[in-house]
Nanobody, 123 residues
Framework: QVQLVESGGGLVQAGGSLRLSCVAS????????MAWFRQAPGMEREFVVV????????DYADSVKGRFTISRDNAKNMVYLQMGSLNAEDTAVYYC????????????????WGQGTQVTVSS
């Protein structure tokens, strides 16, 4: 089992940047595919990006492609989401999620979740 804690959210102006972090407990972090999801008020949880256990594969939602970058540091049990060119539609609670046996965008296939961190983009 792994526990996830996100940080780095906050208020940012449109066009600005923000970096989210997610730290994981446990000793087998590299065995987990890690993903970021987000949920805006009144909306369904939305896939943002996923990275494979060793970082060799990534897949982005079209809405963030070219603006967001995921990375991970397995030595530190960390995954990061660098967000740029932010706009109001990026306002949401961002969640880090982990799965050992799934790589993709289906949130129901991720058994481990963090508590979320709020990102608010002001226009």
């Amino acid at each position: 089992q792994v526990q996830l804690v996100e940080s780095g959210g906050g208020l940012v102006q449109a066009g600005g940047s923000l970096r989210l972090s997610c730290v994981a407990s446990g000793r087998t972090f590299s065995s987990y595919n890690m993903a970021w999801f987000r949920q805006a008020p009144g909306m369904e949880r939305e896939f943002v990006v996923v990275i494979s256990g060793r970082g060799g594969l990534t897949d982005y939602a079209d809405s963030v492609k070219g603006r967001f970058t995921i990375s991970r540091d397995n030595a530190k049990n960390m995954v990061y989401l660098q967000m740029g060119s932010l706009n109001a539609e990026d306002t949401a609670v961002y969640y880090c999620a982990a799965a050992t046996n799934f790589y993709g965008s289906d949130s129901e296939r991720y058994p481990y979740w963090g508590q979320g961190t709020q990102v608010t983009v002001s226009s």
